[in-house]
């Protein structure tokens, strides 16, 4: 089974920057990274297929999601961080067929713990 663990979460201040790291167990091309709160469901941030990246629409232009293949992490980079970034961000993984490049939480079959991020003002 393959396992995935987040870190790089940390609270930050309005306008700075956290890199999240997630590491995989093994190589799996579609992955994706998603953030709950309390007051949203779990939101589709960006994910990747192989090397082709997609990102909500919130997120574009601040967000970059990108991986090592060779040490088997994934990473999202978060730049000019607002308050409404403010969530508990999870890795997830698919290792069934189905939907390419998506952000439909329902395609991945496997996630992290989760790493809290908060920006404040």
């Known amino acids: 089974q393959v396992q995935l663990v987040e870190s790089g979460g940390g609270s930050v201040q309005s306008g700075g920057s956290l890199r999240l790291s997630c590491q995989a167990s093994?190589?799996?091309?579609?992955m994706a990274w998603f953030r709950q709160d309390a007051g949203r469901g779990r939101e589709g941030v960006a994910a990747?297929?192989?090397?082709?990246?997609t990102y909500a629409d919130s997120v574009k232009g601040r967000f970059t999601i990108s991986r090592d293949r060779a040490k088997g992490i994934l990473y999202l980079q978060m730049n000019s961080l607002k308050q409404d970034d403010t969530a508990m961000y999870f890795c997830?993984?698919?290792?069934?067929?189905?939907?390419?490049?998506?952000?439909?939480?329902?395609?991945?079959?496997?996630w992290g713990q989760g790493t809290q991020v908060t920006v404040s003002m």
């Open positions: 997830a993984a698919r290792t069934t067929s189905g939907d390419f490049l998506t952000l439909r939480s329902i395609s991945y079959n496997i």
């Open positions: 093994e190589y799996i091309s579609n």
């Open positions: 990747i297929a192989g090397d082709v990246p």
